[in-house]
């Protein structure tokens, strides 16, 4: 956006046209919508091994159960992350983070952003692959097996949490360490009242 029409935003505590980001709100459902599908495939392709503890504890829980839990989290996952991406990028071209600040990963603000925007754009074009990849294993090439997943597949999907677990704390960084979108401390920063500011 042209800073020269920046006056023309109602601009709150954040310098967001909003009252409070939308980006982390979505960037933890899109987090737990992923860690669940894995999760879940992962109970399914294990199956075998657990089904005398679940009758043991009489859970009526099935194979085809936790795969369909798996490929329904990862979809909705899937469409939530394009959002998610969005939100993040239009909240980082309006961030004004703390001057003088090196993160504890020995980066700047703009750095820290840098990395944080392009790892959000490489997780999002990673998930839509492995949603596809995901796709095409649940109706084609494994339709007719108990097991729904590859392992290669599910290998990939925990080498993603430990990627989202690094863009994580690039995300967190920029909120703690830099000040960026955290709305109390904003508020704090501007002199308002928080019990006045907040809903």
Request: net charge neutral; hydrophobic share 55%.
């Amino acid at each position: 956006m042209d800073p020269a029409n920046l006056h023309l935003l109602s601009l709150g505590a954040n310098n967001l046209p909003y009252r409070l980001p939308i980006h982390p709100n979505l960037v933890h459902l899109s987090i737990g919508l992923f860690v669940i599908a894995i999760a879940f495939d992962i109970a399914g392709a294990v199956f075998p091994l657990e089904k005398r503890l679940f009758r043991f504890l009489a859970l009526p829980v099935t194979r085809a159960g936790f795969h369909d839990v798996g490929w329904y989290n990862l979809l909705a996952c899937c469409l939530i992350s394009f959002f998610t991406v969005a939100a993040g990028f239009v909240e980082m071209q309006l961030a004004v983070p703390l001057p003088g600040v090196v993160s504890s990963f020995g980066m700047g603000s703009t750095a820290t952003m840098l990395w944080h925007g392009a790892g959000g754009v490489a997780l999002l074009l990673a998930i839509v692959a492995m949603t596809l990849w995901r796709g095409f294993q649940r109706f084609d090439w494994r339709s007719e097996m108990g097991r729904q997943v590859q392992w290669s597949y599910l290998l990939t999907g925990v080498l993603m949490l430990g990627f989202m677990a690094w863009h994580g704390t690039l995300g967190a960084q920029l909120a703690v360490e830099f000040g960026v979108h955290v709305t109390a401390n904003q508020l704090l920063a501007a002199g308002a009242d928080l019990n006045e500011a907040l809903p």
